[in-house]
């Protein structure tokens, strides 16, 4: 059974459309990540929260905002997005509590496609 | 956090070892080592972990060096379903600093 879900699988949005991606775990994690993820490339963290902590990447623009309204779901808002915005953007959970730092589980990923 | 060195890519026949290595020379004490591999098209999945001691779980073994700067992981029999993109990365066990952050990774082709 799929313990992190994205919705959906592939979504097109207009050139400067504001659009949502979103995310659901079934592990009560704690931590939530999102990652964005171009054509040929490793995932790039964009942001993450631990609990209700958010905690933005320093390179992560200001068009990318996330919303985490409780511990199930995890929100990617792109204010306006632009075609360098076209990726795979990829959900993770982890429980994130110590010691140790045990393993994150990934979803399938969103891919963004902007005309 | 510590910076991961890996090959682009490698080949391994199907059947045999495949024996992926990783530098992590500058790797502090309170990181561990973790591998992620990402088939194409889905999200990345967890391999293994260890900090100092060498560790083997259904998937694979990790080898960690006695002075941790440098890492190998081994898939035993290599499957056509193996070929991925790996990725070696350390992280923190800091409550406050549970990032993961990705290198480049190596591209294993496991060819018949």
């Known amino acids: 059974d799929a313990m992190v879900i994205q919705n959906p699988r592939y979504q097109v949005t207009q050139f400067g459309k504001p659009v949502t991606l979103s995310c659901s775990q079934t592990l009560n994690h704690n931590v939530m990540y999102w990652y964005q993820q171009k054509s040929s490339q490793a995932p790039k963290l964009l942001f993450h929260?631990?609990?209700?902590?958010?905690?933005n990447e320093a390179d992560t623009p200001d068009n990318f905002q996330s919303r985490r309204p409780n511990t199930s779901f995890c929100f990617l808002d792109i204010r306006s997005p632009g075609l360098g915005d076209a990726a795979m953007y990829l959900c993770?959970?982890?429980?994130?509590?110590?010691?140790?730092?045990?393993?994150?589980?990934f979803g399938q990923g969103t891919r963004l496609t902007v005309v | 956090d510590a910076k991961t060195t890996q090959p682009p890519s490698m080949d391994c026949a199907e059947g045999r070892a495949a024996n992926l290595p990783c530098n992590h020379s500058?790797?502090?004490?309170?990181?561990?080592v973790y591998w992620y591999r990402q088939i194409h098209s889905q999200g990345p999945q967890y391999i293994i972990h260890g900090l100092k001691n060498n560790e083997t779980n259904e998937m694979a073994s990790l080898i960690i060096t006695e002075d941790r700067k440098s890492s190998t992981l081994i898939l035993p029999h290599a499957t056509l379903r193996d070929t991925a993109v790996y990725y070696c990365i350390v992280r923190p066990r800091s409550y406050n600093t549970d990032k993961l952050i990705f290198g480049t990774g190596t591209r294993l082709q496991v060819f018949p």
């Open positions: 929260y631990y609990d209700k902590d958010f905690n």
């Open positions: 500058t790797i502090s004490g309170n990181e561990y």
């Open positions: 993770a959970t982890s429980r994130g509590t110590s010691p140790g730092v045990p393993e994150a589980f």
